[in-house]
């Protein structure tokens, strides 16, 4: 059975930084693309970045250009999210998905929420 | 900057036809975008239904199916059942990696 499980979501300040993780299970994690997903509360999807199966291709959303990295551990089949300079705006449950190609969303996580407030 | 747009609401009577649409602000939807849609109950996680505009995705059952209807892709769902009440949303691919989805649909089952 696929299993994505997030972790490291809790409150920080603006500014602040986190770092995300999501532990995979059941299929043959370096065969994957990986994909974070966000969601405000009461909002919608909000694709965030995304790694290609070796780490060789990462690509991101524009309004996390320069803040946000995505990287993965295929050896502890792990993906991460590294979280700078985090406004109110960040504040949203993060999902990760796996997907066997770039645009494909297979599987998610269920979710770790990031709160940014003071 | 691409959009992909959908209407916001929707309601079906229990064993009812829905169609969902999900286009783009500026052109058509086509193949190209790869169409996907997903299903989102409050507090779960999205669940994958539709990839490829027309692929069911495993465990899906097949009164959901996947399709461009004009300029538009569009998920229809037969004999809809109360448990169908849900969000639902769509992504287009963009390219490059870059995926984007829909603003979501809220279907009520009355």
């Known amino acids: 059975e696929v299993q994505l499980v997030e972790s490291g979501g809790g409150l920080v300040q603006p500014g602040g930084s986190l770092r995300l993780s999501c532990a995979a299970s059941?299929?043959?994690?370096?065969?994957?693309?990986m994909s974070w997903v966000r969601q405000a509360p009461g909002k919608g999807l909000e694709w965030v970045a995304n790694?290609?199966?070796?780490?060789?291709?990462?690509y991101y959303v524009d309004s996390v250009k320069g803040r946000f990295t995505i990287s993965r551990d295929n050896a502890k089949n792990s993906l991460f999210l590294q979280m700078s300079s985090l406004g109110a705006e960040d504040t949203a449950v993060y999902y990760c998905?796996?997907?066997?190609?770039?645009?494909?969303?297979?599987?998610w996580g269920q979710g770790t929420l990031v709160t940014v407030s003071s | 900057q691409t959009v992909v747009t959908q209407e916001p609401s929707f309601s079906v009577s229990p064993g009812g036809t829905v169609t969902l649409t999900c286009g783009l602000n500026?052109?058509?939807?086509?193949?190209?975008?790869?169409p996907s849609w997903y299903q989102q109950t409050p507090g779960q996680a999205p669940r994958t239904l539709i990839y490829?505009?027309?692929i069911r995705s495993s465990g899906v059952p097949d009164r959901f199916s996947g399709s461009i209807l004009g300029n538009k892709a569009a998920l229809t769902i037969t004999g809809a059942q109360a448990d169908d009440e849900s969000d639902y949303y769509c992504a287009m691919y963009m390219g490059s990696g870059i995926s984007v989805f829909g603003g979501g649909a809220k279907l009520t089952v009355l």
């Open positions: 998905a796996s997907g066997r190609a770039a645009h494909l969303f297979d599987n």
């Open positions: 059941g299929f043959t994690f370096g065969t994957y693309w």
């Open positions: 790694i290609k199966q070796d780490g060789s291709e990462k």
């Open positions: 490829n505009t027309n």
């Open positions: 500026s052109g058509s939807v086509s193949t190209s975008y790869y």
